[in-house]
């Protein structure tokens, strides 16, 4: 395995470590701040919203700076703003520095996801993009619980000491194994937003959207959903957040051969109708451990799941600019988990913290709707180069 991505994908895991953690610790950063558990997941939302907007605008703006200036820039605004969060005197500036950490993330994650697509031989470049990501999904798996568990032994403010530590540790990496990466072609940021212009791909980045909101509207608030199975015991909820993330994980890779087999659309509308049913009963399996680890499990596996089908619709769309169309879809996600954090503090406020499975039931029911759209947009367009007797193969898109 290369060191140069093992080193990039480290950078990634403390990014997603920090996305993922902050759910896990929320209710002690409510108490520590006094604030509302509502307000306290602001502290996620503040960080999706920054990342979700800064970073397809930074990274056409700084097309012609050093590659390896960039990923060590953001590593190192990433690690001071998680400094900052741990030493926060009041909310505001806690809030500030999410911002902050937004905006490190949004200078790393896109360079370091195109340098490990220009750092290795063309015919490795699938195997380097993987590896870097996968740093993202195990962070689900092995980054949260972690730092949830730090957490509950000690408190709050050393989790974050150690998502700038992992951070810390890839900036000395890159600075000492990455000698030189290769600048890409400028694009403009009018160029990164033209896939907007069709109407398959904004139904998609709609599902995107939606169905990431149906998820962390449960995830960002998951402490006190699942409060009843937990019993506020840290160890248990960081066991439930392990089991999340490694269904996850296992779903990345089970979902893609299943797309070969019966066809995109099939899988995606498969994994959202699960979702969406898991998170109508979640007002009563989170209520007891035993209930909440099948819950846990499913909701894993359909919410990651859904991630694969969706973005290999997109590259469907458009395999020409397939870069640039993933790029707008990561930007979906983040702006979904600022609609969770923002929707999920209202239905707290109005209808408790229980009810939320409800409200995630019916954007994923919203999602389904928009999947389905999409796909039949996607049929219309590809009928004219279809023979008669294959609109069966429709159905796959």
């Known amino acids: 395995m290369d060191t140069r991505l093992l080193i990039l994908a480290l950078g990634m895991f403390a990014l997603g470590t920090d996305n993922f953690v902050v759910a896990g610790v929320l209710p002690e950063m409510s108490r520590s701040f006094d604030v509302s558990i509502g307000a306290a997941g602001q502290l996620t939302t503040v960080?999706?919203?920054?990342?979700?907007l800064l970073s397809p605008?930074?990274?056409a703006l700084t097309g012609h700076i050093s590659r390896k200036v960039l990923l060590i820039t953001g590593l190192i605004v990433f690690v001071l703003a998680n400094l900052g969060t741990?030493?926060?005197?009041?909310?505001?500036?806690a809030i500030v520095s999410r911002v902050v950490a937004g905006l490190g993330a949004?200078?790393?994650?896109?360079?370091a996801t195109a340098a490990a697509a220009s750092i290795v031989p063309a015919e490795r470049r699938g195997v380097a993009l993987s590896v870097v990501t996968m740093g993202l999904t195990i962070s689900t798996a092995l980054g949260a619980p972690i730092g949830t568990l730090i957490g509950g032994l000690t408190d709050w403010h050393w989790t974050m000491v150690f998502v700038a530590l992992l951070a810390g540790m890839s900036a000395i990496g890159i600075s000492v194994l990455l000698s030189h990466i290769p600048m890409l072609p400028v694009i403009s940021l009018r160029q990164r937003l033209s896939p907007l212009a069709d109407t398959r791909m904004g139904l998609t980045l709609a599902t995107t959207f939606l169905f990431l909101g149906a998820a962390y509207t449960i995830y960002t608030y998951l402490a006190v959903v699942f409060?009843?199975?937990?019993?506020?015991?840290?160890?248990?909820?960081a066991g439930l957040l392990v089991l999340w993330g490694v269904s996850g994980t296992v779903s990345t890779f089970v979902v893609g051969r299943l797309i070969d087999v019966i066809g995109n659309g099939r899988v995606l509308v498969t994994l959202l109708a699960f979702l969406m049913?898991?998170?109508?009963?979640?007002?009563w399996t989170s209520g007891s451990l035993v209930t909440a680890i099948p819950a846990m499990l499913v909701w894993g596996f359909c919410g990651w799941g859904a991630v694969v089908p969706q973005q290999h619709r997109i590259v469907s769309i458009a395999s020409h600019i397939a870069?640039?169309?993933?790029?707008?879809?990561?930007?979906?996600?983040?702006?979904?988990v600022t609609l969770a954090g923002l929707i999920g503090a209202a239905g707290i406020h109005l209808f408790g913290s229980y009810a939320l499975g409800y409200i995630a039931a019916a954007l994923a029911a919203a999602a389904l709707m928009a999947a389905e759209i999409a796909a039949r947009k996607i049929a219309v367009s590809a009928a004219p180069s279809l023979a008669p007797d294959s609109h069966a193969g429709q159905s796959k898109a």
């Open 227 to 237: 409060d009843r199975a937990t019993d506020g015991n840290p160890t248990n909820l």
């Open 86 to 93: 741990a030493m926060a005197p009041n909310f505001a500036l």
């Open 47 to 52: 960080y999706a919203v920054a990342y979700a």
């Open 277 to 283: 049913i898991d998170f109508v009963l979640l007002p």
């Open 106 to 111: 949004a200078l790393f994650s896109p360079t």
């Open 323 to 336: 870069p640039l169309a993933l790029g707008l879809n990561n930007t979906a996600m983040f702006l979904g």
């Open 57 to 59: 605008t930074i990274a």
